[in-house]
T-cell receptor, first 113, second 115 residues
């Protein structure tokens, strides 16, 4: 799996949009971009994933650049409950040995009042 | 369906003792994964099962570690002769294994402290 690079930490004011960047310059054409988050003392939680197109769900939006070398996770209206470590992961798909997730150290997002 | 559950949530043991953790995946999921997480680091893959078959083991899984998934349902992770370096959060996850870009659902983890 390709490596990802994320900032170590970010701050965001409550109610504002949180934009979390991720670089994956060596991503292969068949690799998806996944985002998970981990709230303190809990297991990681799936947020969203995408291949080429931008994606949106009830939790967040994922913007992938046209060359697919970077992406941005957007939490449109951050709340204190969004304070967590956010992991950007690239992975082929859910088949065979490619299905394991390779986590980096992620971005620690602190949402403040 | 209440998601992935793990038991116990916390375990304190003395060095040299054996410990066993249990994971109950989401019922229709045929893939089950074990990860380990130490303080300040992201989770690291240990092993995974497709139904009852253990298909991959990380080099992190020394011979003191053994995992089983009898009948393709719940799974157990046993650590024999625990060492202080085994202190970590042990996370279990499951997925449909549909062959598509499926997400993994994680349990709350078992925190192991070896004294």
């Amino acid at each position: 799996d390709a490596k990802t690079t994320q900032p170590t930490s970010m701050d965001c004011a409550e109610g504002r949009a949180a934009n979390l960047p991720c670089n994956h310059s060596t991503i292969s054409g068949n690799e998806y971009v996944y985002w998970y988050r981990q709230i303190h003392s809990q297991g990681p939680q799936y947020i969203i994933h995408g291949l080429k197109n931008n994606e949106t769900n009830e939790m967040a939006s994922l913007i992938i650049t046209e060359d697919r070398k970077s992406s941005t996770l957007i939490l449109p209206h951050a709340t204190l409950r969004d304070t967590a470590v956010y992991y950007c992961i690239v992975r082929v798909d859910d088949t065979g040995t490619a299905s394991k997730l390779t986590f980096g150290t992620g971005t620690r997002l602190q949402v403040t009042l | 369906d209440t998601g992935v559950s793990q038991d116990p949530r916390h375990k304190i043991t003395k060095r040299g003792q054996n410990v066993t953790f249990r994971c109950d995946p989401i019922s229709e999921h045929n893939r089950l994964y074990w990860y380990r997480q130490t303080l300040g680091q992201g989770p690291e893959f240990l092993t995974y099962f497709q139904n009852e078959a253990q298909l991959e083991k990380s080099r992190l899984l020394s011979d003191r570690f053994s995992a089983e998934r009898p009948k393709g349902s719940f799974s157990t992770l046993e650590i024999q002769r625990t060492e202080q370096g085994d202190s970590a959060m042990y996370l279990c996850a499951s997925s449909l294994g549909s062959g598509t870009a499926g997400e993994q659902y994680f349990g709350p983890g078992t925190r192991l402290t070896v004294t």
